[in-house]
């Protein structure tokens, strides 16, 4: 008798996951992409081609895909995806695609953020969670938000998208009284940041382009790395207090790409939260890093291929 199982997905701005899962959370299967810069319909097919073999391969072995499951960069709308960090995926009929393919397999989607609470209520830092925050700090920023249990999403599904919360500006570095969080503290914005910061410090010296795990693992022995890191501490601590502050959740969670490495910061990020947050809340909540790291976006969006499932 074959063993049920689901396919779960995370797609990225740079990569995409895969995975075999079965109902217990048992990872049969695995398997990672880069995107290598594909854009619009290429990278359609490529998740195309890598479902087909996949389930090609699970074959022999007594699994049976029952649903498919995939966590998208963005916000979905009856089935078409807005992902901006994928370029022609504005407004992509993803769904559809896949659908067409895997013939009577059903497959569902859900933005990343959702996937990455629900992952970690499933099988991470958020088990038994009724209130609580997932803050994704990777090439972009997002929040997968739990209020009395349920993923608050907004009505076009785009609740959630805290990058785009505005902070004050360092003006010695950045000419300009305010940014977004993304802009500037996410994967892809902490670089941006550096540059401006290395004019100041080194001027007229080295214009080092970096990125933002050089900056991470440069912190202690190079001041251009420890400014930037020092202001995205700022401005993610000052992140955690709205969040604390609106939502009152039991837990904030750390994850995406940039932590991993940035853990170590947590405690900086609590201190920094707790000149701005609600007092009460602000004594109540938890700080922590992800228990599934890389793979909160796989084990949600399996989550959400197994409540497609009637037994």
Request: with cysteine; aromatic share 8%.
């Amino acid at each position: 008798m074959k063993q049920t199982a689901v396919l779960a997905i995370d797609l990225g701005g740079t990569k995409a996951a895969f995975a075999v899962i079965n109902e217990e959370g048992e990872r049969l299967m695995s398997s990672k992409l880069l995107l290598e810069d594909r854009t619009g319909a290429d990278v359609g097919n490529l998740l195309v081609t890598e479902i087909k073999d996949i389930l090609h391969r699970v074959q022999p072995e007594g699994w049976s895909v029952a649903a498919i499951g995939i966590a998208v960069p963005g916000a979905v709308d009856n089935g078409i995806v807005w992902a901006p960090g994928i370029s022609g995926w504005e407004s992509y009929p993803v769904l559809a695609e896949i659908q067409q393919a895997v013939d009577n397999i059903p497959v569902v989607l859900e933005s990343d953020r959702t996937c990455y609470i629900l992952g970690e209520c499933w099988m991470g830092n958020a088990q038994h969670c009724s209130e609580a925050v997932f803050l994704s700090v990777g090439t972009g920023i997002g929040a997968g938000i739990l209020v009395n249990g349920k993923v608050l999403k907004g009505i076009r599904d785009i609740g959630g998208a805290v990058g785009w919360m505005v902070m004050p500006s360092p003006v010695t570095y950045i000419n300009t009284t305010a940014v977004s969080l993304e802009q500037y503290a996410s994967g892809s914005g902490m670089p941006l940041l550096a540059a401006g910061i290395e004019r100041v410090l080194r001027p007229g010296g080295s214009s080092k382009s970096w990125s933002a795990a050089e900056l991470l693992s440069a912190y202690d022995s190079d001041p251009v790395a420890k400014a930037t890191i020092d202001q995205c501490i700022q401005w993610w601590g000052m992140a955690v207090a709205n969040l604390v502050s609106i939502f009152n959740p039991e837990k904030i969670i750390l994850g995406g790409g940039v932590f991993g490495p940035a853990t170590r910061f947590i405690p900086g990020i609590r201190k920094e939260a707790g000149k701005w947050v609600q007092p009460i809340s602000g004594k109540i909540y938890c700080l922590e890093s992800s228990q599934l790291g890389q793979l909160a976006g796989v084990y949600g969006a399996a989550k959400v291929a197994l409540e497609t499932l009637i037994y």
